[in-house]
């Protein structure tokens, strides 16, 4: 393969939880270059207006197509996706594809009787995305609010025995509330990037029967659908194995690297390298 | 009292835990205007380098004595305290205060082994700022970042079974790390804004002998003596009591004021009243 063959696939999130994202791309196309950008300055998008989300999003987007020449875009942040991506799909002129829409596919794919649960943070609830996306599929979903789990995973609890007793709670309350709504669900969304860290436990405590899906795992094997049989098509590894060691990734931040590179490898299954520190205006 | 004496304190802080400080300094100054701006659109600081928070700061304080005609300013917010309380001081020409030296202060006062313990958050405690105020005050300090209580606060969880436990966890921690340097500890700052909603659950936990110290408080308390002997005298109640009803208190934020509104209340002990949208740029 020529260096000219080699696409490169922009990945953009809040923070560096994307980095879940980035992961399961790298598995699924271990050939292409990625450039992943952490708008680290203005995190978390959670809390912030429509308005502002789109235009912090857009600026984001627009440093990966224009200066990183990005073909492909994944949007790995819930909040973005959930706010921002027609802006985005608007403002470059690559393909955009967010986290929201593959994680309601697989949800799609995966239930039975037609009810999902969706876990994600307050304002990826609030924005009822998951919802919306998965009226599309013709599921009913159940949102839950789960505002303690990033910061869990945050300080490296990811089986901790405070974290179960978190989930436990959140779960129940969801069970409760699904119940009381005549609802019958078989599927668990993790509607945010942080999740899959959580993933193990997640199945141990679910109620039986509940199929777990993890959004990026979706998003990714989404990215090789629709970048098959486009230029990113040679860099989509058919073959299963762990991501070979060529893959190029270039991490970049709007501030402060630190917190990025200590626990970014979590993320990502492997180091970050060095994290470049770029200024986005604002 | 003429309208012409009543003061305008304000106050600022990154999101809205600072209105811990304000509810304390309502109890003993009930007749003063209040100005309360919590920068939402950038929180938290925490995670942002120097640069930026002083940058944010500045700005937020020049809104509140440019616009509000704040004639004092108290910085409720341990991160802009820590890294900006300097830039502040230089932009603004009334006199600021911030939370970090109030509570190095009251330990000071409290300690008489001269060990003192203190929980903030992770930028707090990577500032070392506490470190530094307890130095002068002839104490030695040992930090320590508690990143969970902030969202367990948030949650709501201020006596939950699972918030004593992440309580009791960090606190062990803390006692095996004095105990390996041989401190002998005896009073705990609480050196975040978030933190007094969890007083009595720490007062609970803490080890026998430890005195907690709400930074809230010894910040009021500091803001009286400086402002004693000022304008804003007149505004001090020697009294002690409930605030009176006729304490004016504008709150201001730099995006979605929902969760502002939805929450300041349990922060500031009554309704916050509605909150004004500003926009500081950036």
């Given amino acids: 393969m020529t260096p000219a063959a080699i696409p490169t696939i922009g990945v953009f999130d809040s923070g560096f939880g994307g980095l879940t994202v980035l992961r399961a791309l790298i598995e699924r196309m ?21 308005r502002t989300i789109a235009r912090y999003a857009v600026q984001s987007a627009q440093f990966l ?14 909040t973005a996706s959930a706010l921002a991506l027609d802006a ?29 649960l969706v876990i994600a943070t307050d304002a990826t609830v609030q924005s009822h995305a998951y919802t919306a996306a998965c009226r599309a599929q013709s599921l009913r979903a159940l949102e839950k609010a789960c505002p303690l789990l990033v910061p869990l995973v945050e ?29 019958h669900p078989d ?21 039986a029967g509940i199929t777990v899906i993890d959004s990026a795992e979706s998003t990714a094997d989404a990215a090789v659908r629709l970048f098959n049989g486009r230029a990113a098509a040679a860099a989509v590894d058919n073959s ?12 970049f931040a709007t501030d402060s690297v630190e917190k990025f590179e200590r626990l970014g490898s979590r993320f990502l299954g492997r180091p970050v390298g060095p994290v470049e520190l770029i200024d986005l205006g604002g």
Wanted: aromatic residues 6%.
């Fill in 187 to 207: 599927a668990l969304v993790l509607g945010c990037t942080h999740y899959p860290l959580l993933r193990p436990l997640i199945e141990r405590v679910a109620p």
């Fill in 30 to 50: 271990p050939q292409a270059r990625f450039a992943f950008l952490g708008d680290t300055a203005r995190l978390p998008y959670g809390s912030k207006s429509r």
């Fill in 88 to 116: 985005i799909q608007q403002a470059v002129p690559v393909p955009v594809l967010g986290v929201i829409e593959p994680g309601a596919q697989a949800a799609r794919a995966a239930s039975h009787s037609g009810d999902v």
């Fill in 155 to 183: 300080e490296g609890w990811t089986s901790h025995p405070v974290t179960e007793q978190v989930v436990r709670i959140y779960l129940d309350e969801l069970s409760t509330e699904a119940a009381s709504q005549s609802l």
């Fill in 65 to 78: 197509v224009e200066q990183q020449r990005a073909e492909f875009l994944v949007i790995a942040c819930n």
């Fill in 240 to 251: 299963p194995g762990a991501p070979t060691p060529e893959t190029e990734i270039h991490c």
